[in-house]
């Protein structure tokens, strides 16, 4: 796949068949939509595009929107277009002047002047353009002078994406992990940076490496400890992940996200872990010591070694 972030540089696409929307998650409804604008653009010979908005319109239009909370972030987001084969992202950075574009000015000096499509396809309630006054009838008004095909994705489609983004973000915030990658179609995951803790883990036979997401918005499952998948460097592990402000620790701390690696020694301060969620396991609580906190982690690496397919002796 393909990927510009620049609109005075894109290239000229062969039979372009474009798709717009945030895609946020790239759950089986956004899936159905991506076969098909690959099935439209394979019967012509074409290429599909999908054209997606950083930042998120919705921070753009409602500043300081604190209540939105992503499935993924934008580099989250391209693996997974990548993933199930789109042939083109553009990531259209967007700001007040671009929302206050007319329509006719989206069309004409937007998608026909940077993309030349041959087919659009879009949703029957897709609105763009300053006051979202554009619209799919508004499209097709200009189909045979920019010589392009609208192509509607049905009402019952745009219902089932909208219906499965609601359900797999309150699955994920009830921390039902398996319920959403049945929406998804995959695990969810997280991106992040290792950063230096209080490396307690380490003294109680547990060494976790502390993950600081960049995106603010990014949605993370509630407090508890999960069995996780962890890619570094392409190379996949198992482990543990908790999330929490470490109750039985007698500090006064923010929330964490650490996890803990199973069969690893490597030193990667400073480098980027993707995990993918595979299990809930238990909530967060609070021990009365160091060592009934040690006893637990061994009990809760036992059942994530169980969930994970590996039942090989601790």
């Known amino acids: 796949?393909?990927?510009?972030?620049?609109?005075?540089?894109?290239?000229?696409?062969k039979n372009a068949v474009l798709t717009i929307g945030s895609f946020d998650g790239v759950h089986i409804g956004h899936q159905q939509i991506i076969k098909q604008i690959n099935d439209l653009a394979r019967s012509i010979n074409g290429e599909s595009v999908l054209i997606t908005f950083h930042p998120h319109p919705r921070?753009?239009?409602?500043?300081?929107?604190?209540?939105?909370?992503?499935?993924?972030?934008?580099?989250?987001?391209?693996?997974?277009?990548?993933?199930y084969g789109v042939d083109v992202l553009v990531v259209v950075p967007f700001s007040k002047a671009f929302a206050n574009q007319s329509p006719d000015e989206y069309i004409?000096?937007?998608?026909?002047?940077?993309?030349?499509?041959?087919?659009?396809?879009?949703?029957?309630?897709?609105?763009?353009?300053?006051?979202?006054?554009?619209?799919?009838?508004?499209?097709?008004?200009?189909?045979?002078?920019?010589?392009?095909?609208?192509?509607?994705?049905?009402?019952?489609?745009?219902?089932?994406?909208?219906?499965?983004?609601?359900k797999v973000r309150k699955a994920l915030l009830a921390g039902d992990v398996a319920r959403a990658k049945r929406l998804l179609g995959h695990n969810f995951s997280l991106e992040g940076k290792v950063v230096k803790g209080l490396q307690i883990g380490a003294t109680i036979g547990f060494p976790t490496a502390n993950i600081e997401v960049s995106d603010a918005h990014k949605l993370v499952p509630p407090e508890g400890i999960y069995a996780v998948s962890i890619y570094h460097n392409a190379t996949q592990y198992q482990g543990m992940l908790y999330i929490g402000n470490r109750p039985t620790i007698d500090h006064d701390l923010k929330q964490t996200i650490e996890v803990n690696i199973f069969d690893f020694d490597q030193m990667?301060?400073?480098?980027?872990?993707?995990?993918?969620?595979?299990?809930?396991?238990?909530?967060?609580?609070?021990?009365d010591t160091l060592d009934g906190l040690k006893f637990q982690l061994k009990k809760d690496k036992e059942a994530a070694l169980q969930v994970l397919g590996n039942r090989e002796k601790i």
């Open 268 to 287: 990667i301060y400073d480098q980027n872990l993707t995990i993918e969620f595979v299990e809930y396991l238990r909530g967060d609580a609070k021990f």
């Open 108 to 166: 004409q000096q937007f998608l026909v002047a940077h993309f030349h499509p041959q087919i659009i396809a879009i949703g029957y309630d897709h609105k763009f353009g300053k006051n979202r006054m554009g619209d799919i009838s508004y499209l097709r008004k200009f189909e045979t002078a920019y010589q392009y095909q609208v192509v509607e994705i049905s009402k019952q489609e745009v219902a089932d994406i909208a219906v499965s983004s609601t």
């Open 59 to 83: 921070l753009i239009v409602t500043p300081n929107n604190n209540d939105l909370k992503l499935l993924n972030t934008l580099d989250e987001k391209a693996a997974l277009l990548e993933q």
């Open 1 to 13: 796949m393909r990927i510009y972030r620049d609109l005075d540089n894109l290239p000229h696409f």
